[in-house]
């Protein structure tokens, strides 16, 4: 066996042993998808009906509270990214972080400074990298995220909204997170949690369309303060938990999608590499016929010549 063949069968052989190994991650990432799914479809009736809750009690009262009153002149902002603890997802990390910082140019040309929290190890080592500040971080569990991970991560942010920004608080709340569109579709989304937006739709009248909507579905006791106090930390909670299960779901759908690219580059190298090797055996096999025949013809002539 030529060199040639040699150097092509090993690749043949590497190649199918990465493609056994994208396979299998494809395969994974597309049982978690539905898992994940699923989650996200429980978890959004919820958030809904809560941020509809909230929006009623702030509508319908006079109550000036830290999580819905907008600031005259909001001078600092926290943005809160999440990005993966895991690779070999295509771009759904660097995508996400590349919505957070064209949020993050935003807000700095309004005049805002900015306060960064990150979930996921991509996010953390991107800024860690390039030495950028991040006022907190959580890691570990990006892919199958819990009710209490969004209560860890929601605490921190609770604190900067209701601290006076002399004292190292925030005015407002973003979150920039990998919306789950479809299986084939997943976009960066960056929405702005706190102070709560109290109109769904946009103008004068449809603000009040909404309140006249919400208002008699609710009543307040004992006082709408204390309302706000009990149900404004469970709505930062609840969409936070779901943009978490809606990145988790992005996360394994985009992985999905780049190991299906990269088996079928995997089968896509094989094939080429397989028509390499029977080229070269071809070659191999020309030569050795060739080196047979050129033997038999000096033979022969070599008998002819002894014949005289």
Do not use: C
């Amino acid at each position: 066996m030529g060199a040639q063949l040699r150097v092509y069968k090993r690749r043949i052989k590497s190649v199918t042993a990465t493609k056994k190994i994208t396979k299998a991650m494809e395969m994974i990432s597309a049982s978690r998808i539905v898992k994940a799914q699923r989650k996200v479809a429980a978890s959004t009736p919820y958030a809904t009906e809560l941020t509809r809750a909230v929006t009623a009690v702030a509508t319908g009262s006079n109550t000036k509270h830290p999580l819905t009153t907008e600031a005259e002149s909001p001078v600092r902002s926290a943005v809160l990214l999440i990005t993966s603890d895991r690779g070999l997802a295509g771009g759904y990390s660097s995508n996400a972080i590349k919505a957070a910082a064209r949020l993050t140019e935003r807000l700095r040309a309004e005049g805002k400074e900015v306060d960064t929290f990150i979930v996921g190890r991509k996010g953390v080592a991107y800024y860690g990298f390039r030495e950028l500040k991040v006022a907190d971080s959580w890691t570990g569990f990006t892919d199958n995220p819990s009710y209490a991970n969004a209560k860890a991560v929601a605490a921190p942010l609770i604190e900067a909204i209701e601290k006076d920004t002399a004292e190292g608080g925030v005015d407002e709340l973003h979150i920039v997170f990998t919306e789950f569109v479809s299986m084939l579709t997943q976009t960066p989304v960056d929405n702005r949690l706190l102070p709560l937006s109290l109109a769904e739709k946009k103008g004068e009248e449809a603000a009040e369309t909404t309140k006249s909507e919400i208002l008699p579905l609710f009543d307040f006791e004992p006082s709408a303060e204390d309302v706000l106090d009990a149900l404004l930390p469970r709505y930062v909670e609840s969409r936070i938990y779901n943009a978490l299960l809606q990145a988790a779901a992005s996360e394994h759908a985009s992985r999905r999608k780049a190991m299906k690219s990269a088996t079928d580059n995997a089968g896509d190298l094989i094939n080429t590499y397989t028509r390499l090797a029977n080229a070269a055996r071809q070659a191999d096999i020309t030569q050795e016929i060739s080196e047979i025949v050129g033997g038999a013809s000096a033979l022969a002539d070599a008998t002819a010549g002894s014949d005289y």
